[in-house]
């Protein structure tokens, strides 16, 4: 096995095999980074989730161009909304319901305009696309068995909302063995102070739910990649 890669990260340098990793991007969708769509219509203010796009556009990139797998999510219902649970249908006091018709189409509703990913994050021909109608990206998805298909054992997190389907992903890759590193400027979250904890929370003691890099260091270690190809 080749040397690991290594990040400069939280709470210690993050080492990992290009080869059996993969960058998890998740819901960056219409419905939560735009306006008019479910994050909208929860009172949120959406423009916090645009800073984002740029710096995961970079590491997108980058990613494809090492030739590491990438894996998009989508949170969304069946039209029907047969996979939505009422206590997730009918809570709080949203300006507009899940199903309901919206400036993008239903809200959080699979097929649906706003329920697909952004323009400048578009997933590439033959990039996995996993529908999920929970927070995590393991609850009811065939996500687990795909990444033990490509033998994946870590992976880059990145997307929104770093304290809701970016934490609660984390910590169920982490009960199943994998190895996650979050980039701190490409998850990102309605409210500051959420995201400065929910990041602190997974380097927490030792790294309870795994590790915390900024995508420059993990684009420097991409790079080594390519000065060892070159070798
Ligand atoms: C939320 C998500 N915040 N993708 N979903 O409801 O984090």
């Known amino acids: 096995m080749p040397d690991p890669l290594l990040v400069e990260a939280e709470p210690y340098p993050y080492g990992f095999d290009p080869a059996r990793t993969a960058l998890l991007i998740i819901d960056m969708q219409r419905d939560f980074v735009e306006p008019g769509?479910?994050?909208e219509t929860l009172g949120n203010d959406v423009g916090l989730l645009q800073e984002v796009v740029p710096p995961l556009r970079d590491v997108l990139t980058?990613?494809?161009?090492?030739?590491?797998?990438?894996?998009?999510?989508?949170?969304?219902?069946?039209?029907?909304?047969?996979?939505?649970?009422?206590s997730k249908l009918n809570r709080g006091a949203p300006s507009l319901r899940i199903?309901?018709?919206?400036?993008?189409?239903?809200?959080?509703?699979?097929?649906?305009?706003?329920?697909?990913?952004?323009?400048?994050?578009?997933?590439?021909?033959?990039?996995?696309?996993?529908?999920?109608?929970?927070k995590g990206s393991f609850h009811a998805t065939t996500l687990d068995e795909s990444l033990r298909a490509m033998d994946v054992r870590s992976l880059v997190v990145t997307g929104v909302t770093t304290e809701v389907c970016v934490h609660t992903t984390v910590r169920e890759a982490n009960d199943r063995g994998y190895e996650c590193l979050v980039l701190s400027d490409c998850v990102g979250s309605y409210f500051p102070e959420f995201q400065r904890v929910g990041l602190e929370m997974i380097a927490a003691q030792g790294g309870i739910f795994g590790w915390v890099a900024t995508s420059a260091g993990y684009l420097k270690a991409l790079q080594t990649l390519e000065t060892r190809g070159a070798a």
Do not use: Q, W
């Open 99 to 134: 199903g309901d018709p919206g400036p993008k189409g239903r809200i959080l509703i699979r097929g649906e305009y706003g329920h697909d990913i952004i323009d400048e994050l578009a997933p590439a021909e033959g990039e996995l696309v996993i529908d999920k109608p929970g």
């Open 62 to 86: 980058a990613t494809r161009k090492a030739g590491v797998p990438v894996i998009h999510t989508r949170e969304g219902h069946l039209p029907d909304l047969s996979d939505c649970p009422p």
């Open 37 to 39: 769509g479910f994050g």
